[in-house]
Structures are given as C-alpha cells and as structure tokens.
C-alpha cells in the first residue's frame, strides 16, 4: 500500500523525467545541454523579482517569474553572439554566471526585509523539496508531460529538420526561428517545474543525463527520444523510491543519482556502442587478423611444396599468432595439428585463397583512389562487399586479372 | 524566348562593411547547367547563398523565375559544402533523403509509402540505393555528398544549387554526379553549381558565371570561356580589391550606392 | 569607466553607515542583539541606559542569515554583543566569535552566547548530537536566560548594577506570570489531541515545558529538507490519531504543510491549518506578536484554540 504523497511524488516525478528526457534529447542534438544550466540558473532572479514586487509566496507567481526570467536568459544567450564577437557557448556561461550572481545577491536582500519573508522559501529553489509536493504540482508536470509527448509526436520531421540541418529547414520553408523559440521555450517551461522537484543545481543534470544515456542505445531520431524519455521516467520512479524508504536521502539526488547509474549501464552494456560491446569486438577482429596470418603462413609454404610448419614458427615468427588464434583456427576447421606441425585443411586453404584475393582487391582500390579512410585499413574481407558497391568490386578484379596477364 | 531561371540585377552583399559581391547583374536561363567559376573568396558561395535567400543584399534585387526573391516560394534543392553537418547524429541515409519530401508533405502528414518509394529512388539515381540503412557516420566522404545530393533530388525542385559538389570526392562519386546532372539537364531543370575544375568545364557546363568579387563575364561556355576572361578572373587581383576599398568609402560618405528596388 | 568602478567600490561603503544608528558618540552602552526573542528581555533590563539595536527584523530566519558588510559594521561598532549560540545562527557563527576582545581602538568588545551559559542538563539534545537551539519557547527556561542577561550587564556596566537588578526582579515576576498563563491556555486541549505539528522542529522545549507532543516536518534547521517518509509517517499519525489541526510558521514556506492536508485528504481526514505560529523570529507590527513576550503568547493562543 503506498501512500498518497508518496503516490502524488511518484506521480510528478515520473512525469517530469518525461519532460527532461524529451526536451533533454532535443537539446542534446542540438549541441546546447549547457542552456539547461544556464537556464536553470536564471530563474533564481526572477523568482526574486516576483517575491519583491507581489510579496506573495504562491508558487504560481514565483514559476510565472521563473519562467521570464529563463525566457530572457535564453533571449540574451542568442542575442550575445549575434551583436558580439563572443561565442555561443561563452555567453552561455556568462548568462549563467551574470543572472545567477544576480539572483544571489536579490535573495541576500530579501532575506534581510522581513516581515513574512520567505528567504527559506527562495533557498529552496536551489535543492528541491520533492517530498513536498503538491497534487497541483503533479498534475501540471502530468500535463506538461502529455502537451510535450503530443508536440513531439505531431511536429516530428520539422524538429528533425531543426536539430540536424536548420540550414536546409530554412530553405525548405520552414519557419526556423518559430521552431527554435519552441523548443526554447519547452526547455525553459520544464526547467521551471522541475525546480521545486530537483532544485535548480539538478535540473541540468536531469536534462542532460537521460539523452545521453539514451544515445548509446539507438542510432535513429525516434528512438532517441523515446528512449531518453523512458529512461527520464524511470529514474524519477526509482529516484522517489528509494528515497521514501530512506528518511536520509532527499528525493532529487536520488533521482539524479538514478539516471547516472543508467548512464554508467548504458556506457558499459549498450550492444553497440557500449564499451564492453566494442572491446569484444575490437579483440575479435585482432583475434581473426591472426588466423588470418595463420592460414596465409600456412598457405605460403604449402605453395613452396612445404606441407606443415611447425607450431613454435606460427607463433613466435614473423606471424606472432597467439595461441588463442590457433586453437580457434583448429576449431573453426581450418588447420590441424599433427604433434608438433600444423597442416592446413582443404576449407583453411580456400578460405586463405579467399583472404588474400580481398587483400588485392582492396590494394587496388586504394591505390587508385585518392580518398583513403583510416579505419578502413584493417577489414576483414567480408566488409569489402558491404563498402564497395559490386560493380566496382568486379571492375577491380578485372583491373587485377589484366595486370597480372600484361606483367 | 528563353525564360530565366534566375535574374539578378546590380546586386551588392557586404558582410561587416566589406563588399562581398559587388555590382553583379546576370541572367541564367532555364535547362541550363552553369558553372559558377572563380578563385577563392571571389563571393562564390554568396552568390549561392543570396540566390537561396539566406543573405539579404546590400543593394540591388533577385528573381527566381520571375518572382521577386522576397515573394518567391520556389522550392530550391541545395546542395551545401560538406562542412559542419553533425556526422553523429542519430539519423540514417533515408532518414535524410526523405527530408527533402517535407516541404511537399506540408505540417502534420508523416511521410508515406510514397515518400519512402521516392528517396529510394533518389538513392538509386545517385548509386547509395543499398546503403540506406546506414548511419550517416559510417559513410566514406563521397557517400555522404551523394546523400544530399539524393536529399536534393527528393526536393524535386525545378532549381537546383550546389557548392563545389565535385570537391575531393572518388571516381565513383563522381561518376554518380555526373550522371545525376545529365538526368536534371533532360529533364530540363536548372542546376547552377560552384566548380572548382577549369578542365572539365567545357564537357559538361553550358553556361558558365566567371565571378571574382565583381561579374567578369557570363554567358554560354563557347563564348565566356575563354583565355582572356580567365586571366582577368584570376589574375589582377590587387586592382579589384583597390576599386572595392574605394566604393566602401564612397559607401560610407553618402554617395553612391543605390540601386533596383 | 574606472571612475564607475571605484564610484561603485566606495558608494556602499557611504550608505550603510547612516541605515542604522549604534555610534558611540553618545556616551551609552551599545548593545547589539541578533533577535527580537533576545532584546525584548534585554530591553526590558536595561531601560534607557543603553542603546540595543536587533539585527534580524521580524520574519527574518536565524538559521539562514548570512551578515552583511554593513552588519559587519555595526558588529565592530557595538560595544556588546549578544547572540543565542547553539548555532541557531548557523551561517554568521565565526563573525560573532571574533567580535569578542580588543578592537583595534583599544576597546573591549565583548561577545557572549547567551544560551551557552544554561547548563547541558536543562538542554534538548537531538538523536544526532546537536543541541536544540530554540529556547525561548519555553517561559521559564528563557526567564532563567534573562537571568544571565543581567549578569552580563552587571559585569559590564557595574555602575547601573542597582537599576539593572531592580528591573530584572520585575521581569522575572512578570516571566512566571507569563509562564502560568500560557500552562493554563494548553491545559485545556484534550490529552488524545496534544499534538502540535509544524513546518520544523523549532518547538521542542515548548513541547517540554507545557505537556504537547511535538513533530516538526523538516528537522532541527530550516536547512535541512524533509524526506518523503516523514511527511508519510506524519500523513498516518495525524489520520489515526484524528489530529484537526497543523500549524504553519511565519519564516518556512507552507508547502510541506499543505501536502500534509492533502495526504491526510487522500484518506478521508479533514486536517486544516489551525494558525500563523511565530517560531524563529517575531511578527510584523501588525500581528500583534512582534515580542517575545507577545509572540509567545499568542502561539499558545493559536495553538490551544485549535486543538481544543
């Protein structure tokens, strides 16, 4: 049985990793998870502003002052470089320093006037008070959660357009500048709700960490966000659940914490871009690279009427196979081992035949291109098929098969 | 009579006071295949740019098939540099060619079938039909140019601008562009695109733009290519930038300038 | 440009001196107090034989006070000082110990933490150690810290000691008096309801001293945030115990409170806010609780009407 505030927290929080996931990953894409931040921080003076001039600690006043003063922090961190020589993402850094600064030294004042002065309340900004929250509060990030899923799911290819190539966006007609204040506009919506949750310090971490997380699970537009949206969700879940069975830990950390540990997960274990993914696969390409130079050995000397070399030359020689290599050679049929000699097999003799007619191939191709990739150097010779269209690959051939009948 | 694609008259850009394009009146007509041809910092790609709309001119007007640039809503395939695209960035080779059927789809309609059949189709015109799958990044540099140009091709627009399309690319890129110049000149579309290679000029252009800061000649390529208008293309270069040094001041002090409406 | 600059640097420097008094030139004591719960007493002592400025207005946290450059200014201009201690005034603590020896005029400027003086024995301990702050909630534990008061005073100007001590006897009668009215306005709520929750734990003694059960949301400082299995917890002992009413203070913002209404909502008890309480620092003027005195009053007013 949960209880209702815990169920009105998990409510909202879950809603508003939504919101960070989704808005998260467009940023992300765009190269401006620094905004976040930067917007983060520039509510602190705008919230100050709405207490000093209504005197009202209603928490839809401070939001609505949250949300201009984000809005003119946003404004000023595109303005700056336009009319300056300074760049993007220093004047990000300077809008953060610049409005948050502010806002400091508003709420040292304010703390200082009195009568019903809530500088506890403007304090509170800066960390969150999760567990505080209000079915109001869960409800307007439920909405905002709904309003962001329908946008993203209704304005999919014009905000495709405008993360990958705004350029080609403006000169196919669509309206850009609109499209930026849009998505300027939701980040700074969702950084303002996110407040009172995660406080301002996290709220960046909540934006930034879903997406990236997400990133190494999907190499597709749709997927990205779904994913860093789900992934936004559950952290808030498990952010809120841990933290209601531990009195000592405050809710927005946990959750900030959550997402981390995906992030680390997803770094580790993502299929193919995770690291241990590519390790596995980096030392299975090294690990046929030696089998390759097995069988070609082997392949060699069986064309200088030498039947089997003996193990010691496989290994310590100019080939320098390691015994994995060799045992692996063995059980993929390709060679076999006769006491202390190893002799090629009929399928290791063809497969090395095969070898090294791709390694022509490709000596061919690079040699009449002028465009050479770095990591295409060491393929193995089925990635020849899928690089070069066919065509090219039997034009090559011939050009081979009439080199070699004119030298 | 032939129409013209593009109209551009007195047309004069600056960017941060300096002059960019200086006085340039020129007609392309339609069908043709035009070379923009020029040595670095001529204002080539400015050209392009004000042409596509994205650089608002100092002085003088543009129009694109006979529309006044400002209310002309004429699709236009462009072709950019193959500079700052994101390469990492979670999109693959259809994803991008399908692009180029928003603007038709208008707000709100997925793309279709229909949509997908036709970037296929424009990846084949361009040789990457077997590619589409692929994640953008995982593409050798000619691949990725003859993805936008695919993306281009989708927008099947009636004019078409590329910015050195041919610039270190491989044969079979090349090949592939070749042919999709030869499909849009059949199908009397109108392609202008910045080009590097004097040699190859005169096999496929036949019209040619010579520009260095000013217009030097334009015209069809039997007549404007010639020896004498490459050496005041390329050569004299200090002269040029005297003249235009002169006309920012007369800018400056009040006279001068003008122009078109 | 520079001229900008060096006007900005020295311009703060010119207003803050002429925004509060407190310049010896007058020849009388100068006391500076950190809270209203401290000079309401000491006025009361002291008459007109010295000048007491307070530097935390009404509705100014404690807790969270972080010192001016001008307060600074008003700390070296004094010739006493006199603050709680116990870290009740958690981010000013190493200013106002300096504040205790020579100046550099060759004056002797003395610093005292007044509730540092009251013996550990009479004290609230939290479960981690610290020592609960907020004495002033209970009468006659803050009547024994008027008593050091005079003390103090003795010690440092020994020539009014006759008048100091003629004052704090009246003040002492008027504590105990004080101390039996409020006992008598919490006697009367019924023993199943005596329990006061509010937004933090600023009412232990008062807890103590007349007989109530005391929960605060958030812990010992406003600093400190609420978990959610506190305000569960509390969401359940307020719904089974049928508690009517949780009070909200004047310096922490209600939130926390309001989601307790809500949770005990959610399961079908009506808990309403029973009143404004005034715990770390007095009300405006027009609260009629703008002295310790009054303001000690008037939370047991609120509290006993409505629990009743």
């Known amino acids: ?407 | 009579m032939i129409k013209p694609a593009v109209e551009i008259h007195d047309l004069t850009v600056a960017y941060r006071e300096k002059p960019v394009l200086w006085d340039i009146d020129v007609v392309i007509p339609e069908g043709s295949l035009c070379a923009i041809v020029g040595p670095n910092g001529a204002g080539k790609t400015t050209l392009l740019s004000s042409i596509l709309g994205t650089i608002k001119p100092a002085s003088g007007w543009l129009k694109i098939f006979d529309q006044p640039i400002e209310e002309s809503e004429e699709l236009i395939g462009f072709v950019p540099q193959r500079e700052s695209v994101d390469w990492d960035f979670p999109v693959e080779v259809l994803d991008v060619v399908m692009m180029g059927t928003y603007r038709r789809l208008g707000w709100f309609r997925r793309p279709g079938k229909a949509q997908h059949d036709w970037a296929m189709e424009c990846l084949e015109a361009v040789g990457m039909a077997d590619l589409h799958r692929r994640q953008i990044g995982e593409l050798s540099g000619g691949q990725q140019q003859r993805v936008f140009i695919a993306r281009a091709l989708a927008q099947d627009a009636r004019l078409f601008l590329m910015d050195e399309p041919f610039a270190g690319v491989d044969a079979a890129t090349e090949d592939a562009i070749r042919h999709v110049l030869e499909d849009l000149k059949r199908q009397g579309r109108t392609v202008i695109l910045v080009h590097h290679d004097l040699q190859t000029i005169e096999q496929f252009f036949d019209h040619v733009l010579l520009l260095n800061l000013r217009l030097i000649a334009s015209g069809p390529t039997m007549e404007t290519f010639t020896r004498k208008n490459l050496l005041r293309t390329y050569g004299g270069r200090l002269t040029l930038l005297d003249e235009a040094a002169e006309a920012v001041r007369r800018i400056r002090t009040g006279g001068g300038g003008g122009g078109g409406s | 440009m520079v001229l900008i600059t060096l006007l900005l640097i020295w311009w703060p420097g010119c207003g803050a001196s002429d925004s509060t008094s407190a310049t010896s030139d007058s020849g009388k004591l100068q006391i500076l107090c950190t809270t209203g719960m401290l000079s309401g007493p000491l006025s009361d002592i002291v008459g007109s034989h010295a000048e007491i400025t307070t530097l935390m207005g009404p509705g100014v946290d404690p807790h969270l006070y972080k010192p001016s450059p001008g307060d600074v200014r008003q700390i070296s201009s004094s010739d006493l000082v006199l603050y709680h201690g116990h870290h009740l005034e958690g981010r000013m603590g190493d200013v106002l110990e300096r504040a205790d020896g020579i100046t550099r005029d060759g004056r002797t400027r003395r610093a005292v933490a007044v509730t540092e003086r009251i013996s550990d024995d009479r004290l609230i301990v939290t479960g981690s150690g610290t020592v609960d702050p907020h004495l002033w909630m209970d009468v006659s534990l803050w009547r024994e810290v008027a008593g050091e008061l005079h003390k103090i005073l003795a010690e440092i100007d020994p020539s009014n000691s006759s008048y100091f001590k003629s004052r704090s006897s009246e003040l002492e009668q008027e504590l105990i008096l004080l101390d039996e009215k409020v006992e008598a306005l919490l006697v009367a709520i019924p023993q199943q309801r005596r329990v006061l929750v509010t937004a933090h734990d600023a009412f232990g003694y008062f807890g103590r001293r007349y007989g109530l059960e005391v929960i605060g949301i958030q812990g010992i400082s406003t600093e400190s945030e609420a978990s959610i299995q506190r305000v569960n917890s509390l969401v359940e002992m307020l719904t089974s115990r049928q508690i009517p009413a949780v009070f909200v203070e004047s310096t922490v913002p209600e939130r926390n409170v309001r989601a307790l209404i809500e949770g005990c909502a959610s399961l079908g008890h009506t808990l309403r806010i029973g009143g404004v309480l005034y715990s770390d620092a007095p009300g405006p003027p027009e609260s009629g609780a703008d002295r310790w005195k009054t303001m000690i009053l008037h939370n047991a007013q609120v509290v006993s009407e409505a629990l009743r």
Do not use: Y
Not at chain 1, 19 to 32: E, K, Y
Not at chain 1, 55 to 63: D, Q
Not at chain 1, 345 to 365: M, T, Y
């Open chain 1, 1 to 407: 049985m949960i209880s209702p505030n815990t169920l009105v927290i998990l409510a909202g929080t879950t809603a508003l990793g939504i919101c960070c996931g989704l808005v998260g990953a467009l940023m992300l894409l765009r190269r401006r998870a620094l905004l976040s931040d930067a917007l983060a921080h520039a509510t602190l003076p705008g919230v100050c502003i709405a207490f000093l001039l209504s005197g009202s600690r209603s928490t839809i006043v401070l939001g609505v002052g949250a949300l201009i003063s984000a809005l003119i922090g946003a404004a000023l961190v595109s303005w700056l470089p336009r009319f300056s020589r300074v760049r993007r993402d220093s004047a990000t850094a300077c809008i953060l320093g610049i409005l948050f600064g502010a806002g400091i030294a508003l709420s040292a004042i304010i703390q200082r006037s009195g009568p019903g002065a809530a500088a506890a309340g403007l304090d509170s900004l800066l960390l969150g008070r999760a567990a505080g929250m209000l079915r109001s509060e869960a409800m307007l990030l439920g909405g905002c959660a709904l309003v962001m899923s329908l946008l993203v799911l209704v304005l999919r290819k014009e905000l495709l357009v405008s993360c990958f190539d705004p350029l080609f966006g403006r000169c196919s007609g669509q309206p850009t500048g609109a499209l930026d204040l849009l998505q300027t506009a939701l980040l700074a919506g969702t950084v303002v709700l996110a407040l009172p949750a995660v406080g301002v310090v996290l709220t960046a971490a909540l934006v930034v960490i879903p997406p990236a997380a997400a990133r190494f699970w999907t190499d597709r537009f749709d997927s990205l966000l779904r994913i860093s949206a789900l992934l936004g969700a559950v952290s808030g879940m498990l952010g809120t659940a841990i933290s209601s069975g531990h009195p000592e830990l405050p809710a927005g950390p946990v959750i900030v914490l959550s997402a981390t540990s995906f992030f680390t997960l997803s770094l580790l274990i993502a299929p193919k871009r995770g690291l241990i993914a590519r390790k596995l696969r980096s030392s299975a390409r090294k690990q046929q690279r030696e089998v390759r130079r097995i069988l070609h050995a082997l392949l060699l000397a069986s064309e200088q009427d030498l039947h089997s070399l003996s193990t010691d030359q496989i290994v310590a020689g100019s080939v320098s196979a390691s015994p994995r290599a060799l045992k692996q050679a063995i059980i993929d049929g390709f060679i076999e081992r006769q006491g202390d000699r190893l002799q090629l097999k009929p399928l290791g003799s063809e497969r090395a035949r095969r070898a090294r007619k791709s390694q022509e191939i490709w000596r061919e191709w690079l040699t009449s291109e002028a465009a050479i990739d770095r990591d295409l150097i060491d393929l193995d010779e089925e990635d020849i098929e899928k690089l070069l269209p066919l065509e090219l690959v039997r034009s090559l051939e011939n050009s081979i098969e009439l080199r070699k009948t004119t030298t």
